[in-house]
């Protein structure tokens, strides 16, 4: 079992006895009065929506599941089709995706992760390689300390797109490591 202070926000809990994922969790108090943890989850069976407050030391089972390496097929709106290497299709909506819908890209390797045979959400990789669509050119002699800029990068749903912070010198059409985890930019692929 694990304290509330160490969930995730992707993990499954059980909670009652159901599985919940956590979607969302909100962090409050100090550490002189203690931490509570509101979680938006959703039942893993009933897609029944569930807000919650928990203090930091309560204790939840967390629920090991399986996994699969697949690779993201297309948007058949609703959802997110994902296939394995034996041609099997899984479907996965997407507000299960979480922030991995910000890095989707057709042909994108990643881990379904599965309860009960059904896929419920992806893992990405740490670091990917995406391409920068957008973004606006650096202004001469903004160059005191660390100054960093907007800039969108490619993904497969256009209405998605996204945006991350990245150095002056990093231009349109430049292909840029990043960690998925922290949303942040690491380093220039290639120019």
Same mark, same amino acid.
């Not at 009960?116 to 606006?136: C, H, N, Q, W």
């Not at 010198?169 to 930019?185: A, G, K, L, M, P």
């Given at each position: 079992?694990?304290?509330?202070?160490?969930?995730?926000?992707?993990?499954?809990?059980?909670?009652?006895?159901?599985?919940?994922?956590?979607?969302?969790?909100?962090?409050?108090?100090?550490?002189?009065?203690?931490?509570?943890?509101?979680?938006?989850?959703?039942?893993?069976?009933?897609?029944?929506?569930?807000?919650?407050?928990?203090?930091?030391?309560?204790?939840?089972?967390?629920?090991?599941?399986?996994?699969?390496?697949?690779?993201?097929?297309?948007?058949?709106?609703?959802?997110?089709?994902?296939?394995?290497?034996?041609?099997?299709?899984?479907?996965?909506?997407?507000?299960?995706?979480?922030?991995?819908? =910000?890095? *989707? $890209? @057709?042909?994108?390797?990643?881990? #379904?992760?599965?309860?009960?045979?059904?896929? !419920?959400? &992806?893992? +990405?990789?740490?670091?990917?390689?995406?391409?920068?669509?957008?973004?606006?050119?650096?202004?001469?002699?903004?160059?005191?300390? =660390?100054? *960093? $800029? @907007?800039?969108?990068?490619?993904? #497969?749903?256009?209405?998605?797109?996204?945006? !991350?912070? &990245?150095? +002056?010198?990093?231009?349109?059409?430049?292909?840029?490591?990043?960690?998925?985890?922290?949303?942040?930019?690491?380093?220039?692929?290639?120019?």
């Amino acid at each position: 079992m694990k304290p509330a202070k160490e969930i995730r926000v992707g993990n499954i809990i059980m909670v009652d006895a159901k599985p919940f994922i956590v979607l969302r969790s909100d962090v409050n108090g100090s550490s002189r009065t203690g931490f509570t943890y509101k979680w938006k989850m959703k039942n893993l069976l009933t897609n029944a929506p569930l807000e919650n407050v928990f203090r930091g030391d309560d204790k939840f089972d967390v629920v090991v599941l399986d996994k699969k390496p697949v690779t993201y097929s297309y948007f058949a709106d609703p959802l997110y089709v994902f296939m394995d290497e034996e041609y099997n299709q899984y479907e996965i909506e997407e507000e299960n995706l979480g922030e991995a819908i =910000n890095y *989707l $890209k @057709d042909g994108m390797e990643c881990e #379904a992760v599965f309860y009960d045979g059904k896929a !419920i959400s &992806v893992e +990405l990789p740490t670091t990917i390689a995406r391409k920068i669509v957008y973004s606006e050119p650096a202004v001469k002699g903004n160059t005191s300390g =660390n100054v *960093l $800029k @907007d800039a969108k990068i490619e993904n #497969a749903i256009e209405s998605k797109s996204f945006t !991350i912070q &990245v150095p +002056l010198f990093v231009s349109q059409d430049d292909v840029i490591e990043i960690d998925t985890r922290t949303h942040e930019y690491k380093k220039v692929v290639r120019n």
